[in-house]
């Protein structure tokens, strides 16, 4: 079951993120702010608008970032077939590289929200998977 936390409770660390260019592309990735609790190839919910979004880890030369978020997490292994939920927020909220972002912490290493500076939200923050069933899905993954 999810639970409901608003962006300015003391539970939720707000990080200041910027959006970047992803490769030679014009289209946004997020930059991870330094001291995040995520590491290259985690896969992490992201919440944006109050969807559930899965997005994978990946880093470069200047550190990690995220450069799309899927509707699964199939689909944030193999981003080549899902639709970029990360893109179409940045189009939504008129967001483009070199922009501020609010990334909210809210389970450290699991689950984030992305949010405009200023904006308050409450987010539904999903359950962490049961660890035996997200070991038998590793395990298929493999």
């Known amino acids: 079951m999810s639970e409901r936390v608003p962006s300015d409770h003391p539970s939720v660390t707000s ?10 592309t014009r289209r946004p990735c997020l930059r991870l702010p330094d001291g995040v609790a995520a590491e290259e190839g985690d896969v992490v919910r992201l919440l944006l608008d109050g969807v559930t979004t899965y997005a994978r880890v990946v880093s470069d030369s200047t550190g990690l970032l995220i450069r799309g978020s899927y509707d699964n997490e199939r689909l944030a292994r193999e981003p080549r077939e899902g639709e970029n939920r990360l893109v179409e927020w940045c189009d939504e909220h008129d967001r483009g590289p ?15 929200g992305l949010r405009e500076p200023g904006d308050r939200l409450v987010y539904d923050v999903p359950a962490r998977p049961n660890e035996s069933l ?9």
């Open 15 to 24: 990080l200041h993120a910027t959006l970047a260019r992803s490769g030679g």
């Open 98 to 112: 070199d922009d501020a972002v609010e990334l909210d912490e809210l389970d450290p290493g699991f689950c984030y």
């Open 134 to 142: 997200q070991d038998i899905a590793s395990s298929l993954r493999e």
